[in-house]
């Protein structure tokens, strides 16, 4: 008995222990009927998630060695948050969709293979293919780390009808911001809805930055040396707030929060006459609503030309702690990701903005346009940007939590608080979740 | 046999006490061989942790767990000075306020009346306590339905009667009251169902002879049931204290700690400090602190109220 009894004892704890430890030589996974198995994470629901499913539905048939398993992780910042608990395990799945800003943490994480080293080792593909502007924010010091795979900008939604209802012409949406400021006024004279909107998401005040030209960070956005001092404070960032902060205290500033969703749903129910949203919206938007849809570029402050905007959205990055071959059939799907017609179905189906030039010319992309001029904007307005350290975009490691300090700024900033002091403390805070992630990269 | 006895009872004392020891000492390992497969699973995955969490709230700590530096109180010192703790800290308190002395006084009241005995009573019983049934995940979604900015229930409700929209989730002074009223809905249920339990164990003879002696309603209610609960009130209140400084779901999914850190509840931060920020040195001290002040209010509550408690 007393045996039995320190077996069982022995049992459970060295089932402890295994699972303690465990993850040696990585397996190939393999799928019943005999194909390599590659597992990918993205953060795609509704309606590019459909598409993401039909994107790798076409893959899978289109060979018989390799299967790829698209998986939904929720948010980009749920995804990440995935990933941190298996990152450099075998655990982990072959590809990740990470967000644009999550870039430098990414190359940092130790769960990575940089792509650059599959792209050097195949004569086939070539990232002179990619878009200039697309590729300037996803190299790092000349490499490729990840396929960029979705990428959007901001871009401004309005409601043609309302514009009708309140005496504006609905071909002429505001340029700049005081224009912004007086359609508000005029349509929520009106309409008595919102005049206009932004959701409280970080990524909206990096745009409206890069826009004016201004930087995030120092060092050329952190991109020439790693970065320390945060500039949202500066001229630039200023005008962003008091814009937002006159409006709030005209009353016609909508507050939708921070869910895309609830925006969108505001927007499509007519409780706001023009918003910000990403490019990714268009076909949702477009389809979804019951009135008139039109886009307009992001606006700027009087008297400026627009810079142009950051390139938003997600690449596709791979992991290490999988087996190589995993890793060569990974590739393999990642590149066809990147295939100009793929990419022309995919830009289609949801309005990001194909990754190649070439899928311009794709017809299935170009009867979209035609049919939807709405999604030419987002195309136009990137490429109208000039490349400079702005428009590239800011590089930290801890971006996600700028992000939620801007936002938190944004939302002091709705409640009537001073904005030179809010951009300020958010600066301030900013910096130091730097300094603390330097001391925990042991830098 | 009989030799046996009589050369035990030839021993001296020191020996003998010799012999007790070696029983008792027998005795607890024997003992803890029984409790060995608890003490395992508890220490694997209670106390390991709560060390390792101690341990880590005095280190530099990366995302992936590996210990960088020793930081002595660094971490503790970061989180006084820091003013979104301190943000955290007091939305947790005032959630507290908000939530338990209503929840009981709610659920309190819905069994007293439904401890009646009335025709169809079932029914109300069954109703009041369904909350119980409903998942944190479920009943925040249906509020987040509720308290939609633009096409929410209860925006739709005051627009149609001419007032204003509220910002029930998007404006700071209201999201912490919208996450409490989600709360104490969802507690209703649980606690419900105790109040009940307890009162249905106050035996009917008191309520009688009260009667007999011309004690009306109010008078029954503090001077019977009141006392005759309180054992079961006091279970409550230990019980809905620590549940509303550990909740977590309900703002995960209504607020996500917004509008500027006014919901980001304790438990909340520590989340988004591990978790979405990876820095889990400050987030263990915060687990730390969260474990200290819980368990000097449940001591507290164990110290002075417990004594007005009336146990039969």
């Known amino acids: ?443 | 046999m009989t030799d046996q006895v009589a050369a035990k009872q030839l021993m001296d004392p020191a020996s003998r006490d010799k012999e007790k020891r070696k029983k008792a000492r027998k005795n607890f390992w024997t003992a803890m061989l029984f409790m060995l497969p608890a003490i395992a699973i508890i220490g694997f995955f209670l106390f390991y942790p709560m060390f390792k969490t101690l341990y880590f709230s005095f280190f530099v700590v990366n995302s992936r767990g590996d210990t960088i530096s020793f930081a002595g109180l660094s971490n503790y010192l970061y989180l006084w000075e820091s003013s979104t703790f301190r943000t955290s800290m007091k939305a947790t308190f005032l959630f507290a306020l908000y939530t338990v002395p209503t929840t009981i006084l709610v659920s309190l009241f819905l069994a007293v009346i439904t401890n009646e005995k009335v025709r169809g009573i079932p029914f109300f019983r069954v109703a009041f306590s369904s909350t119980l049934g409903v998942s944190v995940a479920a009943g925040a979604t249906i509020w987040l339905i509720l308290l939609h900015p633009s096409v929410g229930v209860f925006n739709n409700l005051l627009a149609g009667i001419g007032f204003d929209r509220i910002g029930w989730l998007t404006s700071s002074t209201w999201a912490l009251i919208s996450v409490s009223i989600t709360t104490i809905w969802m507690n209703l249920g649980f606690n419900f169902i105790i109040l009940l339990g307890g009162l249905q164990n106050i035996s009917e003879e008191l309520y009688e002879s009260a009667r007999v002696d011309g004690a009306g309603y109010w008078t029954q209610l503090f001077k019977i049931t009141i006392p005759l609960l309180s054992p079961t009130l006091f279970f409550v209140s230990v019980v809905t204290i620590i549940n509303s400084f550990q909740s977590f779901g309900q703002v995960d999914i209504l607020t996500g700690g917004g509008p500027n850190n006014s919901t980001n509840l304790i438990v909340y931060s520590i989340y988004r400090e591990a978790f979405e920020s990876g820095f889990f040195g400050t987030a263990s001290a915060q687990a730390m602190i969260l474990f200290a002040l819980v368990l000097i209010l449940t001591i507290i509550q164990f110290k002075f109220v417990e004594k007005k408690v009336h146990y039969q």
């Not at chain 1, 699972?19 to 590659?38: N, Q, S």
């Not at chain 1, 490019?279 to 700027?300: C, I, K, Q, S, W």
Request: proline share 4%; charged share 20%; aromatic share 12%.
């Open chain 1, 1 to 443: 008995m007393k045996k039995l009894f320190s077996l069982a004892v022995l049992v459970i704890l060295s089932v402890f222990l295994l699972a303690a430890c465990g993850d040696d030589d990585p397996e190939v996974e393999m799928t019943d009927d005999g194909k390599r198995l590659v597992t990918f994470w993205h953060a795609m629901g509704g309606g590019p998630g459909e598409a993401i499913d039909e994107m790798v539905n076409s893959y899978n048939e289109s060979q018989d060695e390799i299967y790829v398993d698209a998986v939904y992780q929720g948010s980009y910042e749920e995804l990440l948050n995935q990933l941190r608990a298996v990152g450099g395990t075998s655990e982990a799945p072959s590809i990740v969709q990470v967000y644009e800003v999550g870039t430098q943490y990414m190359s940092e994480s130790g769960f990575i293979e940089p792509l650059q080293t599959f792209i050097d080792g195949d004569d086939d593909f070539s990232v002179d293919n990619l878009e200039e502007n697309i590729l300037g924010y996803y190299q790092l010091d000349g490499d490729l780390y990840s396929m960029p795979f979705n990428t959007s900008n901001a871009i401004m939604f309005y409601n043609k009808d309302m514009f009708r209802e309140a005496g504006l012409d609905p071909e002429q949406p505001p340029r700049t911001f005081s224009e912004v400021q007086e359609y508000s006024q005029q349509l929520n004279d009106a309409t008595g809805e919102a005049g206009f909107a932004i959701l409280i998401y970080g990524w909206f005040f990096e745009q409206l930055l890069a826009n004016q030209g201004g930087l995030y960070l120092n060092n050329d956005n952190g991109r020439s040396a790693v970065a320390d001092e945060a500039l949202i404070n500066g001229e630039e960032g200023q005008r962003i707030f008091e814009w937002l902060n006159e409006m709030n205290e005209a009353g016609t500033l909508g507050n939708f929060g921070r869910q895309w969703d609830d925006i969108r749903t505001a927007f499509a129910a007519e409780n706001v006459a023009m918003y910000l949203d990403s490019t990714a919206a268009t076909r949702g938007n477009v389809e979804g609503a019951d009135f008139e849809v039109g886009t307009a570029f992001l606006p700027v402050p009087d008297g400026m030309d627009p810079q142009g905007v950051i390139v938003g959205g997600g690449s596709l990055w791979m992991t290490n702690g999988i087996a190589e071959e995993t890793q060569e059939a990974a590739f393999d799907f990642i590149k066809y990701t990147a295939d100009p017609e793929v990419q022309a179905v995919w830009a289609g189906a949801t309005g990001y903005f194909p990754i190649s030039p070439e899928a311009y010319n794709n017809e299935i992309l170009q009867d979209i346009y035609e049919e939807y001029p709405q999604f030419t904007t987002s195309v136009d307005q990137l490429q109208n940007t000039t490349l400079t350290p702005a428009t590239q975009g800011a590089l930290m490691g801890v971006f996600p939590e700028a992000r939620n300090i801007v936002e938190n700024a944004i939302e002091a900033l709705y409640q009537g608080e001073d904005s030179q002091e809010l951009l300020d403390q958010a600066a301030a805070d900013i910096e130091e979740q730097i300094e603390r992630y330097n001391q925990q990269q042991g830098n």
